[in-house]
């Protein structure tokens, strides 16, 4: 999370930055109406420039996700930039709009204006004043809908498939934005680098709206194949797929993760891919728990021959450290990029050593039967902790467990809050925090 924490307020520092190169937020004279005025400009330039790269991100492009560790890294900083858009538009808002409610109720006073000397407008300078009404209007209704959709996409009670459509919808209100934005920036900025910037992030953001809006994000990296091979755990409520991919496919890491597409009308989910990749071989494989309302009816839907289709890979929880002892724990469902990892070792081993805690609520012995053999073939020490006997997972056992787990770097996959303690626990006993690696199971 190191790099999304560290790029997300340098965004924000380098718009303003930017801004103050331009204006002031200390106008002279320094009236509410004079703020008022600074303030619009300001909020609406952080607002659009976090809105267009959080857009730009919703592409899923590659070059970002090496350098923000991961494409679920990067939907965390989308979702930032989206809560700051949220937050910041509602100021933008409130001192443009709400300004002139206030004015009307009586508890402002409008300055009187002096004479207006006649401007001589340049053409395009000209064209926007004219649009100035019809902007702002767009603007207005434009920020509503996107403050309910924004709203929409935060509250989890509400499903994937509902939160994934309605957000699309986002890419509209974002072009109507960047209209709004374009004719009501300072003009004098366009000649300024907050302007140029600006330029720059308004044209690429609504160029991933329409992509977006066209279903293109991701397009060049999908590739289709079909179901060869089904296996249902019925103890664990978990389907293992086998798929045949298409030739294209660019290969994978082991740890990486994919969006798989087996009904157009419920679109892509992302699952870890369970496998390592052996290019003459062809086959992907991933094994998904029934976890809300598509998992669950995976087991009557897939049927073997079924055309899927596999967008990636994505992800950096890829195992790289130069640490000679590596520590995994894999919650759960959170398991599958440690069976691609041990599927990768037992073909090509690192000679490190790993040590694999599975705490698991439910138990099936022919998948533990499974997880025990890939284990012993890459040679790595493996604790299940079944809760069934009473068996807890935390910091103390592990560190109990691990000889010279000081030395060692510890990756974790399973319930985000579960990581978050024992990534607490652990810095508290010392480990440094670049040691400490998660993947997120959660893209909202
Ligand atoms: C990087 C990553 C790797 C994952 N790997 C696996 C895996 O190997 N095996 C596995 O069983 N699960 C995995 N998941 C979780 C899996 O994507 C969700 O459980 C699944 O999408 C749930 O869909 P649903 O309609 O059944 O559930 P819903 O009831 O709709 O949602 C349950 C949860 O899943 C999330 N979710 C639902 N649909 C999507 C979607 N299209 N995109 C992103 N999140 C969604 C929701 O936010 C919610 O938190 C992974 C998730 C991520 C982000």
Same mark, same amino acid.
């Given at each position: 999370m190191k790099a999304i924490r560290f790029t997300f307020p340098v965004i924000l520092l380098l718009l303003t930055l930017l801004w103050l190169l331009a204006d002031s937020l200390l106008p002279d004279p320094f009236t509410y109406f004079s703020f008022r005025h600074v303030f619009v400009q300001y909020s609406g330039v952080i607002a659009m420039g976090a809105m267009s790269i959080a857009m730009l991100i919703a592409l899923r492009p590659r070059w970002p996700e090496l350098r923000l560790n991961g494409l679920d890294k990067m939907y965390r900083l989308h979702k930032w930039l989206g809560i700051t858009a949220l937050v910041v538009s509602i100021l933008h808002w409130w001192f443009a709009k709400g300004t002139k409610w206030m004015v009307g109720w009586g508890w402002l006073e409008k300055p009187a204006r002096g004479p207006r000397g006649e401007e001589t407008l340049g053409l395009i300078e000209g064209l926007f004043r004219d649009q100035r009404g019809l902007a702002e209007t767009i603007g207005e209704w434009t920020f509503y809908a996107a403050a309910i959709l924004m709203i929409v996409a935060l509250i989890k009670a509400v499903p994937y498939r509902l939160f994934a459509k309605t957000h699309k919808l986002m890419a509209v209100a974002y072009l109507l934005l960047a209209y709004h934005s374009l004719i009501l920036v300072e003009f004098s900025y366009w000649t300024q680098p907050v302007g140029w910037v600006m330029a720059i992030l308004l044209a690429g953001g609504s160029a991933a709206a329409v992509l977006i809006l066209l279903g293109r994000s991701g397009h060049n990296r999908t590739v289709s194949g079909h179901i060869e091979q089904l296996h249902w755990y019925p103890e664990l409520k978990v389907m293992e797929t086998r798929i045949q991919l298409q030739p294209g496919w660019p290969g994978h890491k082991a740890g990486q993760f994919a969006f798989v597409t087996s009904d157009k009308r419920e679109g892509a989910h992302p699952y870890t891919i369970a496998s390592a990749w052996q290019a003459e071989d062809g086959h992907i494989t991933f094994v998904t728990k029934a976890l809300g309302d598509h998992t669950s009816r995976l087991p009557e839907y897939l049927q073997q021959g079924m055309e899927v289709s596999v967008e990636g890979p994505y992800?950096? /929880?890829? /195992?790289?450290?130069?640490?000679?002892q590596q520590i995994w724990v894999g919650a759960g469902i959170g398991i599958t990029p440690f069976i691609a990892r041990m599927k990768q070792l037992a073909a090509e081993p690192d000679g490190r050593t790993i040590h694999l805690f599975h705490p698991t609520g439910q138990y099936e012995q022919a998948a533990i039967d499974k997880l025990t053999a890939d284990a012993d073939a890459a040679g790595i020490t493996l604790h299940v902790l079944a809760s069934k006997d009473g068996r807890r997972l935390d910091g103390d056992l592990i560190r109990a467990t691990v000889p010279g787990w000081q030395q060692a770097s510890l990756w974790f996959c399973g319930p985000s809050a579960f990581g978050h303690a024992l990534h607490k626990d652990f810095s508290a006993h010392g480990l440094a925090s670049g040691r400490f690696h998660q993947e997120l199971f959660e893209m909202r």
């Open positions: 992800g950096c /929880f890829t /195992f790289d450290d130069d640490c000679r």
